[in-house]
Every structure is written in structure tokens, then in C-alpha cells.
């Protein structure tokens, strides 16, 4: 059975910095895609970034290039969203999934953590 449980979210103030991580089990971790969205509320999911099987290809939101980094250990089974430059607008719970595929729909996953919050204040 694959469990993603994500860590990492908390409270920060604006222009800080966060490291969240996915930690997996149940699959294969070195065959599996994985991407980050996030959901504020009142709003509807959204893609924030995404690292291929082999961690040779990333992807970002438009929003996030350049403040947000990827990345992965296949040792730890462990993927990670470093965020920096934090502002009030990145509030939002944070969602892991993982996939064979990936992408940058939620539909191109099958398996999601249960979230974690992060909240920016100003």
C-alpha cells in the first residue's frame, strides 16, 4: 500500500523560508514521478512544480520559478519543495503526489498525501 506523508509546513513570516518533504512508501521510489500542488482557500488545486522518475526534468508554476526548488533522495525515499522568498500569497496546504507518468494536472496521479499547511504572514 503507497503512503506519502508530507512535513515541513508551519507558520513563517514573509521573505522566510520552508523545506517540505514527501516521504514515501509502498512503491518503488526511484520509478515514480512526483509534482507539489496546493490549495488556498476558497480556491482550486494548483500546480506548483513536478520532478520526472530519474530527476532529470523539472517543472514550475510560473508563479514559483525561481523561489521554489524540487528535489529528491532516493536514499531517504524522500522528495523535498524548498521555498524561499515566502510571501502571504503562498499560504495554501501543500498536497505530494506521485505517479509512474507525472505531470502537471492532478488527474496525472494516483497517490496523494494527506497535506500540510503553510502559512505566510506579512
Known amino acids: 500500500q503507497v503512503h506519502l506523508v508530507e512535513s515541513g509546513g508551519g507558520l513563517v513570516q514573509a521573505g522566510g523560508s520552508l523545506r517540505l518533504s514527501c516521504a514515501a512508501s509502498?512503491?518503488?521510489?526511484?520509478?515514480?514521478?512526483m509534482g507539489w500542488f496546493r490549495q488556498a482557500p476558497g480556491k482550486e488545486r494548483e500546480f506548483v512544480t513536478a520532478i520526472s522518475w530519474n530527476g532529470a526534468r523539472l517543472y514550475y508554476a510560473d508563479s514559483v520559478k525561481g523561489r521554489f526548488t524540487i528535489s529528491k533522495d532516493n536514499a531517504k525515499k524522500t522528495w523535498y519543495l524548498q521555498m524561499n522568498s515566502l510571501e502571504p500569497e503562498h499560504t495554501a496546504v501543500y498536497y505530494c503526489?506521485?505517479?509512474?507518468?507525472?505531470?502537471?494536472?492532478?488527474?496525472?496521479?494516483?497517490?496523494w498525501g494527506q497535506g500540510t499547511q503553510v502559512t505566510v504572514s506579512s
Open positions: 509502498g512503491l518503488t521510489f526511484n520509478t515514480y514521478a
Open positions: 503526489a506521485a505517479d509512474r507518468t507525472g505531470g502537471s494536472r492532478a488527474s496525472d496521479y494516483s497517490y
